[in-house]
Nanobody, 123 residues
């Protein structure tokens, strides 16, 4: 019922910056929390940053002070501004959203994931 599409990933040098975007579309009634996760090869997926519908945020200690999550509710979009990138940030980054969806018979609530976007930081 809902699709999340990430963009903005790519190859960047250490100390550089990238901005990831994730746009939700589909049968959306409202979006609650949104977040960014990442997964490096051989490692578990981890939460990078999350943001509530009201704009409250949390960031993983490993990215605090360097990454900033934000959202535009009118556009159903969440962003991740990544500054001072390090090689350790290399991973596939996934967007997640808890969405209240419109169904033919009423409403539902579920988590949705984007397809992921590769971020590679070279030294």
């Amino acid at each position: 019922q809902v699709q999340l599409v990430e963009s903005g990933g790519g190859l960047v040098q250490a100390r550089g910056s990238l901005r990831l975007s994730c746009v939700a579309s589909g049968r959306i009634f409202s979006i609650n929390a949104m977040g960014w996760y990442r997964q490096a090869p051989g490692k578990q997926r981890e939460l990078v940053a999350g943001i509530t519908s009201g704009g409250s945020t949390n960031h993983a200690d490993s990215v605090k002070g360097r990454f900033t999550i934000s959202r535009d509710n009118a556009k159903n979009t969440v962003y991740l501004q990544m500054n001072s990138l390090k090689p350790e940030d290399t991973a596939v980054y996934y967007c997640n959203a808890e969405v209240r969806v419109t169904l033919d018979y009423g409403l539902g609530l579920d988590d949705y994931w984007g397809q992921g976007t590769q971020v590679t930081v070279s030294s």
